[in-house]
């Protein structure tokens, strides 16, 4: 928000300069980003009316004018302007006085002498137009330092709001601000009503009543095409950072710098039928003011006549209803549109406008009447012409109703550390709008329609603190009553888990919650994503179902770089839509890609990371929590056929393993040999209390079977048979060894399995091992048709 100090000061003087103001409104939490001069250094420059403008003997270009500028006789000055003629008023910048850095002195142009230059507003800092000079109005006194006569003697201060000052995007909203901080009174403009001259009317017809619950209309008939905008206006808009575009235009864009209430102003003559505010059609287009011509799509709000679109609602006009050198009929609009629904409309359409970023914030739903009857009575005075009644649709049931919310002093003590006095608690807030009753406890306290971030008494608190100063709050020591929060045993630290993985030369990786709904739908396409209604850009549409979309876009940007070997994890939230609801779940996942370890001199041939890698990654997790996981073979669309695996734990799945699909590798352009996995976070923490076991004092005994099973047969089936058929002897079971080829018959492979038993009470002989071998085998040949390997 860019504002002039001398227009602020019309509403509201506080007794200091420009740099305790700043820092006043700085320390409320309106950053002031930047104060400037509303005009360049100059002096020496004055009112000054054109008599005569003959040609310049020796210069097609040139003229040579006489010009009168409160001195006995008139000056004689050489000017190449196009625009320069007999009786106009601008700006001369007198012999002596200086613009900038140049000091205007006599000269002699193409042998003709001139006494100081006539100037354009560009050569005086007021604007980028130099197609000719500034022309003053025809009342300007003649000989009135420039300076004085347009009070140039001004800042421009320009504030950086947070997105939840919307009520701050307006004059009305600032000065409200600093007549509250300075405790100053605030002088509001009489907005008096504008009685209706006519009778004409133009038909309204809202039908999205909960995007736009109100909108009001206006006819105003007989304006004078020909007007100009009077410089004091063209002066404030300059300042807010506002070209001036004509009267009607100037006119909407005053009120919105004054009251902070976007308004559009369409040609009459080029409506048809009335106004239909609806969403836009399928196929739809529309030419906006800019020339743009842009398809909508089916949430895009449009202000419509009965024949076709008229404009974006709350963003832009289209240039088929715009004002035009030859209107004489108008129809003022002036609408509140529900924040939700305009949020990222401009943004979809790669566009940014100073309707948008206020309908987006939050606008007054009680501000349109006043809007319409200021920006009516400035129309009429400046261009003339007749108003008819004002048209107003509304939609109470969807206008925002703000409900009281209690303010306590015991609460406002807690969070600011002492309570103000009664009095000054009232002042603050009823200077902010706010209306008060007052209660047992405190104040029963009713937010104004304009300020929308004002839901809860905490939010009540902080403007208590921010208007009475947070550098002004009295220091305390804090001190609070510590209390011990008892920590599970059995549960295993989320720290315990990422150390593990560093430790393995795994990196922490922070992605965003935001993914392209593309990439998602590869990675799982039978999962239902949530949209986000505001994205930051179509790359961040969707919330994600999986860490694998932010984990896979990290790879690929980490390989334009250069970087090989990649080993990434990250712990966070992913969110599910289930049964109308969104359910967010922790999880633990990870990418792997490149070789197995750093480069070094002590390796020579380098292997890649494979899947049975990331597995032992993964059993390493489970195992710093007590778990013994069961892989299971499986399918997912993300993960390569045949190189995918379950990861259950009490039968059920928590997780996934395996390596990336080819063809979601191509698309995407990862590496074929990326592996991944994902664990659910809550099974994982979920630890076991670790008990105590007596080492045995006897030795072990190891005895390896070599079996021969079918292919499909997994080791890890085998291993259970085996532990449950060899009893508490058995202490461990390695599979070292899988061969399939020559001397094994076709479809069958071979196992080598290693087998660990002990006693704790004895040593053990072959006496006792012999049984239990046999048993192992025999178990093995029933369920797997396993044979011993020759």
Known sequence: MKFSEAWLREWVSPDMDSAALAEQLTMAGLEVDGIEPAAAEF????????????AHPDADKLRVCQVAAGSDAPLQIVCGAPNVRAGMKAPLATVGGRIGDMKIKKAKLRGVPSHGMLCSARELGLSDEHQGLLELPEDAPVGTDLREYLALDDVCIEVDLTPNRGDCLGMEGIAREVGTLSGTDVTVPDFTAVAAAIDAQFPVDVQAPEACPRYLGRVIRGIDPAAKTPLWMQEKLRRGGIRSLGPVVDVTNYVLLELGQPMHAFDLARLAGGVVVRYAQPGETLTLLDEREIELDAQTLLICDRDKALALAG????????????????????????PEKIAGCARRYSLSTDSSYRFERGVD?????????????????????????????????????????????????????????????EDILTRLGLALEGTEEGWLVT?????????????????????FGYNKLPTANNHGDLT????????????????????RGYQEAITYSFVDAGLLQDIEPDSTPVPLTNPISSE????????????????????ARQQGRIRLFESGLKFVSQDNEIKQINVISGVVTGELYPEQWG????????????KNDVEALLAAGGHNAEFQASTHPALHPGQTAAILLDGARVGWLGCIHPALAQKHEIPRKTCLFELDMQA??????????KLSRFPSIRRDLAIVVDVETPAGALCDIIRQSAGPMLKDVLVFDVYQGKGIESGRKSVALGLILQDSSRTLTDDDVDPVITEITAQLEQQFTATLRE
């Open 43 to 54: 002096s020496g420059v004055v009112v000054a009316e054109v008599l005569s403008v003959e």
């Open 315 to 338: 963003v832009m006009g289209g240039i088929d209803s715009g004002i035009s050198d030859t209107t004489d009929s108008l129809f003022l609009e002036v609408a509140f549109f529900t």
């Open 365 to 425: 739903p009680g501000l349109q009447q006043r809007a319409m009857e200021r920006a009516t009575a400035l129309l009429l005075e400046l261009v003339g012409g007749e108003a008819g009644p004002i048209i107003e649709a509304v939609a109470e049931s969807h206008l925002p109703v703000k409900a009281p919310i209690l303010l306590r002093r015991a609460r406002i003590e807690r969070l600011l550390g002492f309570v103000p006095a009664d009095e000054q608690v």
């Open 447 to 467: 937010p104004p329609s304009f300020r929308f971030d004002l839901e809860i008494e905490a939010d009540l608190i902080e403007e208590v603190g921010r208007v």
């Open 484 to 503: 011990m929060r008892p920590v599970p045993e059995a549960a295993t630290p989320l720290g315990r888990l990422q150390t593990l993985l560093v430790g």
């Open 540 to 559: 961040m549409s969707m919330m994600r179902t999986t860490l694998w979309a932010g984990l896979l876009g990290a790879v690929k940007h980490n390989q």
């Open 603 to 614: 390796i020579g041939k380098q292997q890649g990371a494979d899947f049975f890698d990331v």
């Open 684 to 693: 994982l923490l979920k630890g076991r209390v670790p008990s105590f076991e």
